[in-house]
């Protein structure tokens, strides 16, 4: 799902959205216009009155998208499969203020899958935020267990926080450097 810049919409239903950036929770009323801002991910980035909200793509209906498709896993998967599927999936998670994802934006540290007794998967993720103070670190945290514990074989995501080693700009890959103009 690429960018819907500045796609006008009208709310047909009440949705729950996170405001951004202090990531509160809230509901916004149906008949609400706006503009789409960003639509990366699965995502919507929303400009209403002023205010910038997030969407996810399970609410996307409400103002007239399609989600995002669940990924799929063959059969016969291995771990490094399912590795390789996690880190595609975080591929998918962004930022509602910058339209880089959060792993060019080098932000996830670490990504292992640990097979369990039951045939099941668990991924472990480590991951920062460009700033320690981001109301929006929980949304972001949230996005990736999501979006990895939908990949099948996948029974747990543990997704933690770190600020150890703080995040800087030469983390971001140089496509990200680039697109930002921090070259």
Same mark, same amino acid.
């Given at each position: +799902? ?6 006008? @919409? ?33 995502? @919507? ?22 989600? @995002? ?93 770190? @600020? ?7 983390? +971001? ?8 103009? +921090?070259?």
């Amino acid at each position: +799902m690429r960018s819907h810049e500045n796609e006008a @919409f009208v709310l047909s239903r009440d949705t729950p959205a996170v405001m951004v950036p202090s990531g509160d929770q809230i509901e916004l009323k149906a008949g609400l216009s706006g503009f789409i801002t960003q639509a990366l991910g699965g995502s @919507f980035t929303l400009y209403i009155e002023g205010n910038l909200y997030r969407l996810s793509g399970e609410n996307a209906d409400a103002i007239g998208k399609q989600g @995002f498709i669940p990924p799929e896993l063959p059969p016969d998967a291995t771990e490094e499969d399912v590795k390789a599927l996690a880190w595609k999936q975080m591929r998918t998670c962004y930022d509602p203020e910058i339209p880089i994802d959060i792993v060019e934006l080098g932000l996830v540290y670490e990504c292992e899958v640990r097979p369990n007794d039951d045939g099941s998967r668990t991924v472990g993720v480590k991951m920062t935020l460009t700033a320690p103070g981001c109301g929006m670190g929980d949304v972001l945290v949230q996005d990736v267990r999501e979006k990895i514990e939908i990949i099948p074989t996948v029974s747990k995501a543990d997704v933690e926080l770190v @600020f150890d080693p703080p995040w800087n700009q030469s983390m +971001m890959s140089e496509a990200a450097r680039l697109q930002t103009g +921090m070259m």
